[in-house]
């Protein structure tokens, strides 16, 4: 099973927020690190079953947390985030 790497945002008074460096648009939130995690597998899950129809290109594949080190962008939006790695659970995988 894949697993994306998801950056954790949280502001003072308000929830955990989750987004995918990998898959841009794709985001979850949720009121503890467990739960916004469970979100965002489930909101990737949810992306990559409908993302063919959406976009008419192949769900990005994961990148590795070496590779994301050498990109900019990266390193500016993991400054203050916890990183995880969240699993793609696919059909029979998300029961």
Do not use: C
């Amino acid at each position: 099973m894949p697993h994306y790497i998801a950056l954790i945002h949280k502001e003072r008074d308000s929830l955990y927020g989750v987004s995918f460096p990998d898959v841009p648009g794709v985001t979850a939130a949720g009121t503890s690190i467990d739960e916004a995690i469970e979100q965002a597998a489930e909101a990737l899950a949810f992306a990559a079953e409908d993302w063919w129809e959406l976009t008419s290109s192949p769900f990005p594949p994961p990148s590795t947390i070496e590779t994301l080190r050498d990109n900019a962008d990266f390193i500016r939006d993991a400054a203050d985030a916890v990183v995880a790695a969240v699993p793609l659970r696919l059909g029979a995988e998300l029961a």
